[in-house]
């Protein structure tokens, strides 16, 4: 595995090669590239055996849009580089959903798994104060969100230490999103980024010019998919192809060994299982098998890596069997390996587009922090009286009853789920069509090249409208 310095080199190196597909001058080129400011933090915390020292960052890539979005990670691997390479990712990924943030990253050098969780909550708010001091964390400046390593928990601790500090601002809840949906977060948060790989995946086949190419046949179902990576995101993503698009999942990769079944994994299953043990061996969902990195080459129809950076670099690329990758990690594929797999005529639906989805979910929890009312709340017994008026206009018109069946589910109307996957299916299709159109129109070889573009491309005119 490349070191994190390669991944930043890994992620300049796309947009160098997306650059010359705009006419966007050296001068902007370089100002949108590099990420504008990083902050270390060192920090002290009195925990039972002592005072422990904290290294933590946060890197804002852009401001063209405020506040500046992105999420936190808890990882003993991270780097500054690291998070630097991420903010950039994340100003791409706003720009490619057309959500109005810039991009900003945030990691903490930790092993969450070697702490209770007193510990990290003390160790989070300690971050926390650090980072509200400087506006690193503020609803119009930076907002953060889950990441590897985190999730609603530390959100809610966050916010919790954003309104201790200000108990005056009313907007004190948007300051971070990914919050638990008891403490104003939103419903359908969590699984954003997984049902965000599905909504991809299934408008990838809605366009025959391109799965025919890399030979695959039409529709979803039946498809053979490996994920690498059993979090929050590849649970989702696995868990909605199966239950919904009839996909079978072959095989699942986690840090310490992988399940294999070629008749597909029941992945709730397998997810209760590795909660309660830790690990896939002895599940009868599959076979277990340890050395779970080498599967990453089997032979499947899209392979979905949903974990960390640079797992598919020069050494592995060769070798992989997939006709389809989607990324549902930021980075997970080095910048040669892209080559190389582009060579082999595999399609890739890049990280900032593939795994938008959690940012698109934050921005509606965002907007519903900032308006302080549901959605949906206004417009649901108007649109029933509405649709009640409709039915007895029919029945009235035909003389025929309409089916109970059919009356419920257009009186029942949209709950506030529905309404977030709505809006998150049409921000992800938009994007996938808009991305597909650019790489035809500009004869751009690959879907990744072509999503940087239109980013870059959207990123010059905002700096160009502030005379930049
Ligand atoms: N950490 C997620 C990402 O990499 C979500 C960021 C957010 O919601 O702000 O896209």
Not at 217 to 244: P, R, T
Not at 297 to 319: F, G, Q, R, T, W
Not at 442 to 456: E, F, G, M, Q
Request: aromatic share 8%.
């Amino acid at each position: 595995m490349l070191a994190n310095k390669d991944f930043l080199n890994s992620t300049n190196k796309l947009f160098d090669k997306a650059i010359q597909y705009t006419d966007i001058s050296p001068g902007l080129a370089k100002r949108i590239k590099v990420c504008n400011s990083t902050y270390t933090i060192n920090f002290g915390v009195k925990l039972k055996d002592g005072i422990h020292t904290f290294t933590g960052w946060r890197s804002v890539h852009s401001e063209h849009f405020e506040p500046a979005k992105g999420g936190i990670r808890y990882d003993i691997a991270s780097s500054q580089k690291e998070v630097e390479a991420l903010a950039a990712l994340m100003t791409y990924k706003c720009a490619i959903i057309e959500v109005p943030f810039g991009g900003s990253k945030g990691a903490l050098k930790i092993n969450p798994k070697n702490w209770t969780e007193a510990e990290i909550e003390k160790i989070t708010r300690r971050f926390a104060q650090e980072l509200i001091k400087r506006d690193l964390i503020n609803p119009a400046q930076n907002v953060p969100a889950p990441d590897v390593g985190t999730g609603a928990k530390e959100m809610s601790w966050i916010a919790d230490e954003y309104r201790r500090i200000f108990p005056t601002d009313i907007n004190a809840l948007a300051c971070v999103t990914g919050k638990p949906p008891q403490k104003g977060g939103l419903v359908g948060r969590s699984e954003a980024t997984g049902r965000g790989v599905q909504y991809i995946i299934r408008e990838f086949f809605r366009h025959k010019d391109d799965y025919q190419p890399v030979g695959l046949k039409d529709g979803l179902a039946g498809k053979n998919i490996a994920i690498q990576g059993f979090g929050n995101v590849g649970f989702h993503a696995a868990k909605f192809l199966q239950e919904e698009d009839d996909c079978k999942i072959i095989c699942i990769m986690e840090h310490n060994g992988a399940l294999l079944n070629p008749k597909g994994i029941n992945v709730q299953a397998a997810k209760n299982f590795y909660m309660q043990k830790g690990t896939f061996d002895g599940c009868s969902e599959g076979v277990f098998k340890e050395d779970s990195a080498s599967f990453l080459c089997m032979k499947c129809d899209i392979l979905i890596p949903a974990a960390l950076e640079n797992v598919i670099d020069m050494s592995n690329a060769p070798d992989i069997q997939a006709k389809l990758i989607v990324e549902a990690a930021n980075g997970p594929i080095s910048f040669e390996a892209d080559e190389i797999l582009l060579k082999k005529n595999i399609a890739i639906i890049p990280d900032i587009m593939a795994n938008a989805g959690g940012v698109a979910v934050s921005y509606f929890e965002w907007v519903r922090n900032l308006r302080h009312i549901r959605f949906g709340r206004l417009e649901k017994r108007r649109n029933a009286y509405q649709f009640e008026t409709l039915i007895a206009a029919i029945e009235t018109m035909t003389g025929k009853q309409m089916p109970e069946k059919f009356k419920d589910q257009l009186i029942e109307g949209s709950s506030e789920i529905d309404l977030v996957r709505s809006g998150l299916d049409d921000m992800i299709r938009e994007a996938y069509q808009k991305v597909r159109l650019a790489k035809i129109e500009n004869s751009i070889p690959d879907l990744r090249t072509a999503a940087y573009k239109i980013a870059i491309d959207r990123i010059a005119i905002s700096y160009d409208s502030i005379g930049l």
